[in-house]
């Protein structure tokens, strides 16, 4: 028996302020009119660029729409409707991962191209099939799928020098999540073709972090489009994305985005970052399966750049540890883990976590 299948894998540009020189002969061969959607710090830092690097190309821009920081199946709606994006062949986002993930669902919808142009690294949501849709109330709703990643990603690391440090911190948080999560998901399966390169990709996914993550935190608050840098936002936006489009969902994003899908459930937590807290559910998903010197080593970077290393960093006090594990357990899937995972082992290891942290840092504070 036979079957045909197809991989796209992400094409991307990267440069530094002349990254968007490639944009008008990249995008002319999958349309003639593009719209521009981004938040307003995003189109404020891009827009002129893009507008800039079109000039005198077949190109025309319907618009630019500034569509505010949410990623809701009510704003993709009201973007639809609009005579910007009706009338545009190509749809370019422009920001971080929230705004990524808008308009691919507003792509799904409108049968639109999409082109991607991050101002930010603070996810792969870039170069990724998968979108992460939210409840008007910022809590998790969730994942729609396009065919394919975006058409073709557009990396200016001049601007993502400039973007506040943050964003770049929260992005090495998120990144550190797929050398941990796709072989712990996938443990013990017969993988296929697919999944088997794509979980050997992640392996060894943290290992730039560690070797350039500080360097390139540096060179970000300098505002220097440096080679750490550029070697960090590749990891961040490329590599770990490279991963997500070859595994299957369940080898893309378990326990630790489990731990954040739970956290934007909880009330009063407000104001932390995907990947702040994604990198702290890597540290409890490597305590509750007993990896406790890989725990170590990734609780000693976490540590070392005011990454979460305890709940009380993420805004859950000791009082509130049962009600964030048994949200945890709600985004649990068994078809996620090697074995089963109990209400007991996610308080446990959270419990055991805190206490370890307490043992080893004097006083921890968030970047």
């Known amino acids: 028996m036979s079957s045909t299948s197809s991989t796209y894998l992400p094409n991307w540009t990267i440069g530094g302020a002349d990254a968007y020189a490639a944009v008008p002969e990249t995008v002319a ?9 981004g938040g307003e710090r995003a189109m404020a830092a891009a827009g002129p660029r893009i507008r800039e690097a079109l000039a005198g190309s077949p190109t025309a821009v319907t ?12 704003k993709a709606d009201e973007l639809q409707s609009t005579g910007e994006v009706r009338s545009a062949d190509m749809i370019f986002a422009v920001g971080g991962g929230k705004m990524m993930d808008l308009c691919k669902l507003l792509a799904i919808q409108a049968g639109k191209v999409l082109l991607t142009f991050p101002t930010i690294a603070s996810t792969c ?3 990724t099939r998968v979108g ?3 409840h008007r109330d910022h809590s998790f709703s969730r994942y729609v799928f396009r065919e394919r990643p975006a058409e073709h990603t557009f990396i200016n690391t001049d601007i993502i020098a400039k973007a506040p440090t943050v964003y770049l911190w929260a992005g090495i948080g998120d990144a550190l999540s797929k050398q941990v999560e796709s072989p712990f998901s996938s443990r013990g399966l017969d993988l296929g073709h697919s999944d088997r390169v794509g979980v050997d990709i992640a392996r060894h996914e943290a290992d730039p ?3 350039h993550g500080a360097q390139a935190l540096a060179d970000a ?5 440096t080679e750490a840098l550029r070697e960090i936002a590749l990891n961040i936006l490329v590599t770990t994305g490279l991963t997500s489009v070859l595994v299957k969902h ?3 994003s378990s326990f630790a985005h489990a731990v954040y899908n739970a956290h934007t459930r909880m009330p009063n937590v407000s104001g932390h970052l995907h990947g702040e807290v994604v990198s702290f559910g890597v540290l409890v998903l490597l305590t509750l399966d007993g990896q406790l010197a890989e725990r170590d080593r990734f609780h000693g970077l976490n540590a070392s750049l005011g990454l979460p290393t305890r709940t009380t960093q993420v805004s859950v006090g000791p009082e509130r540890i049962d009600e964030f594990a048994e949200r945890i357990m709600d985004f649990v899937r068994p078809e996620e883990a090697p074995y089963e995972i109990t209400y007991d082992m996610v308080r446990r290891a959270l419990l055991d976590l805190n206490a370890y942290s307490a043992d080893h840092e004097a006083s921890p504070a968030r970047r």
């Open 29 to 37: 061969a999958y349309g003639t009119s593009a719209v521009i959607i």
């Open 63 to 74: 618009g630019s729409l500034v569509a505010g920081d949410e990623a809701t199946q009510e």
């Open 125 to 127: 949501a870039a170069v």
């Open 132 to 134: 992460v849709i939210y």
């Open 209 to 211: 972090l560690f070797a």
């Open 221 to 225: 608050d300098r505002n220097e489009a």
């Open 250 to 252: 369940q080898f893309n």
